[in-house]
Nanobody, 119 residues
């Protein structure tokens, strides 16, 4: 059974920092591209950051320079370090893992963790 379990969300003041973690089980973690997405109330779910199985990273323009994604394959965990948080970063943050399987894409999601940034 595949599980992605996020942790580390919470309430933080404008300008503060949080570190999200996502622990994966049931998959060969090192083969997966991992990503963080977020969804604010009434809005669609958007990508925040991704890290490939080879360690390449990419970020949404809105978080470049403030957020950093990393992974520890030995711990089957992906992290999102969020600095200089802004109220507009308030959302539910989801962890996602995906890989190509032939012509298909295999994708798994966590249950989400709430991040609230007060002004």
């Amino acid at each position: 059974q595949v599980q992605l379990v996020e942790s580390g969300g919470g309430l933080v003041q404008h300008g503060g920092s949080l570190r999200l973690s996502c622990a994966a089980s049931g998959i060969i973690f090192s083969r997966y591209t991992m990503g963080w997405y977020r969804q604010a109330p009434g809005k669609q779910r958007d990508v925040v950051a991704i890290i490939t199985n080879t360690g390449n990273t990419d970020y949404a323009d809105s978080v470049k320079g403030r957020f950093s994604i990393s992974r520890d394959n030995a711990k089957n965990t992906v992290y999102l370090q969020m600095n200089n948080l802004k109220p507009e970063d308030t959302a539910v943050y989801y962890c996602q893992g995906g890989r190509l399987a032939g012509l298909n894409t295999v994708s798994y999601w966590g249950q989400g963790t709430q991040v609230t940034v007060s002004s």
